[in-house]
């Protein structure tokens, strides 16, 4: 029988910081995620976007528990996150890191790498551990030869199949999907993404994708999440966020995808040129001092979240818990 409940659920999650900005200062806090809810249900892949700097990684890394959130509580298939065993936790959650050049241990062959998390997980078996990872490497489309080389005898894309198939070997339910593909070659970052969508229908997975590139994200992902200043500022299913972005925010990142048009010029984004610091953030909305469309309230009130059906906004343009569509054509033209 299918669970009723999200596989992960955020609930008011944040994560600070402590700052040392000289030696007579008292430490400054910097909140590098704030009040983050979600939910992320089994076989989504949930991708979180935005600048860098906006928390997404700290966000991932509480995910993985590598970070412990300052306040809020996440929870997994209903249970606390925290309640569980780490061999329980590594068990259904794993990751797949930015950069397959450093992620990888050089002095490890191909194979011990694989097949590490098995031997943490007790499998002592040789021909157990041999026959699972030669199982696995096929599947990322490995060749058996390379049972024995090392890493730095593999092309970056084979670096990569390399820890997707470390993440898999003890078929998870949850992998992080760090900027799979940012550090490799355009060439290889499709294959790499076709290998991704593979993997997950095969083994049922669900994945959260940290990423820069929204051409990657409108391919893999079926949820959004546009985050900033640590805040998520929008979500909504993949297709009606790329066809419709409400937040201010949201339209001037899909208005800075690059195309191929020749005739339509590189895109003009009136962001201005400094990035608010989440050590000083401002008042009100955080984004306020960036948008073309802010109004004397942005100044002031955080916004209140707003809730339309599956859709998450928290903008000061849309009101009354819903999105009006006299706000939505104004706010929808960039």
Do not use: W
């Not at 966000?59 to 959130?69: D, F, Q, S, Y």
């Not at 990751?95 to 499998?123: C, E, M």
């Not at 066809?243 to 925010?249: I, N």
């Amino acid at each position: 029988m299918t669970s009723s409940r999200p596989l992960l659920e955020l609930r008011d999650v944040s994560r600070d910081f402590y700052i040392k900005t000289g030696i007579f200062s008292p430490n400054k806090i910097l909140r590098a995620v704030r009040s983050v809810s979600m939910t992320i249900e089994r076989g989504d892949v949930l991708a979180i976007v935005g600048e860098s700097g906006c928390g997404k990684t700290t966000l991932a890394r509480m995910l993985m528990n590598v970070l412990e959130p300052t306040s809020g509580e996440i929870l997994y298939d209903g249970r606390p996150d925290n309640e569980r065993p780490p061999e329980e936790r590594s068990r259904k959650l794993q990751a797949i890191f930015q950069d397959p050049y450093s992620s990888l241990n050089p002095r490890k062959t191909i194979s011990s790498i694989i097949s590490l998390p098995l031997r943490i997980h007790g499998v002592r078996d040789s021909a157990s551990v041999r026959r699972e990872t030669l199982k696995i490497m096929d599947k990322v489309g490995l060749p058996a030869r390379l049972y024995d080389n090392y890493p730095n005898q593999l092309s970056g894309g084979q670096r990569q199949r390399v820890a997707i198939a470390r993440a898999l070997i003890l078929k998870p339910e949850i992998v992080i999907c760090d900027e799979p593909t940012s550090a490799l070659d355009v060439s290889v970052q499709s294959q790499i993404l076709n290998l991704l969508m593979d993997m997950r229908q095969e083994f049922n997975l669900t994945y959260v994708l940290i990423s820069h590139n929204l051409g990657v994200v409108e391919h893999l992902a079926n949820k959004v999440a546009v985050m900033y200043l640590g805040r998520i500022v929008e979500m909504a299913d993949c297709e009606t966020l790329f066809a419709d972005p409400l937040h201010p925010y949201t339209q001037a990142l899909l208005a800075s995808i690059m195309t191929p048009d020749p005739d339509l010029g590189i895109p003009v984004v009136e962001l201005g040129v400094a990035f608010p610091s989440a050590l000083n953030p401002p008042d009100g909305c955080a984004f306020h001092p960036r948008c073309s469309k802010r109004i004397p309230i942005c100044n002031l009130k955080q916004p209140d979240i707003i809730l339309e059906g599956e859709r998450k906004l928290e903008c000061h343009l849309f009101g009354n818990g819903q999105c009006d569509e006299g706000t939505r054509s104004k706010s929808s033209s960039v």
